[in-house]
């Protein structure tokens, strides 16, 4: 039972660098995928246990009446305060970590993909088999960030960049780099990656 056990692959990268369109070209080859962040946000509000210890860690105020997750609230109190930020991650990221390899054992599929934005960051690439980093040239991804997140101003987007391992240090712990930088064609570095985690 154990060898039929898919290859838990990672796949990650900066903000703007791209990992979402690279996932989704994984996905178009049958690959299944597991998105982490938005797991995170469905676990927060629907996994009992997690939601009792974010309302002990930080009050009533981080639900709406509706039993929603208050995001400007929570977000507030995370990105202004790095011991807020550490105790949320500590809260979250084990619940994932569980839900994602329940999730993984019942994938029919030589690998799956975990997508994550701080697969590093959060210590949990540790448990992983493999790892993609898909990179690009920051001011490529400041650029596209601008564009698809209006919200958010330069200023925003290098504080995100901040709280993000460098794209060196992504690369240097990667097993496997995409390079997404509008000049090296992505499908085929997706495929050949593809063809190596399909073999035994």
């Given at each position: 039972m154990i060898d039929n056990k898919p290859r838990m692959v990672g796949i990650t990268g900066g903000i703007g660098a791209g990992k979402t369109l690279v996932t989704k070209l994984f996905a178009l080859l049958g690959v299944p995928v597991?998105?982490?962040?938005?797991?995170?946000?469905?676990?927060?509000?629907?996994?009992?246990?997690?939601?009792?210890?974010?309302?002990?860690?930080?009050?009533?105020e981080s639900f709406l009446s509706d039993g929603s997750l208050n995001r400007p609230f929570?977000?507030?109190?995370?990105?202004?305060?790095?011991?807020?930020?550490?105790?949320?991650?500590?809260?979250?990221?084990?619940?994932?970590?569980?839900?994602?390899?329940?999730?993984?054992?019942?994938?029919?599929?030589?690998?799956?993909?975990?997508?994550?934005?701080?697969?590093?960051?959060s210590g949990s690439y540790r448990s992983l088999d493999k790892i993609i980093t898909v990179t690009a040239p920051e001011s490529l991804r400041v650029f596209r960030v601008?564009?698809?997140?209006?919200?958010?101003?330069?200023?925003?987007?290098?504080?995100?960049?901040?709280?993000?391992?460098?794209?060196?240090?992504?690369?240097?712990?990667?097993?496997f780099i995409i390079e997404n930088d509008e000049r090296i064609m992505v499908i085929p570095q997706v495929l050949k990656i593809h063809q190596l985690l399909m073999q035994p």
């Open positions: 597991y998105r982490a962040d938005d797991r995170a946000k469905w676990l927060m509000t629907n996994h009992p246990p997690l939601k009792q210890q974010i309302l002990a860690a930080f009050g009533a929570l977000a507030s109190r995370v990105f202004s305060d790095p011991s807020n930020t550490e105790v949320i991650n500590k809260l979250v990221h084990p619940c994932v970590e569980e839900d994602f390899k329940k999730w993984t054992e019942s994938q029919p599929y030589p690998y799956v993909l975990k997508e994550a934005a701080l697969l590093f960051e601008l564009i698809r997140d209006p919200h958010r101003s330069k200023s925003d987007i290098e504080k995100i960049m901040e709280r993000q391992w460098p794209e060196q240090q992504k690369k240097e712990n990667a097993d």
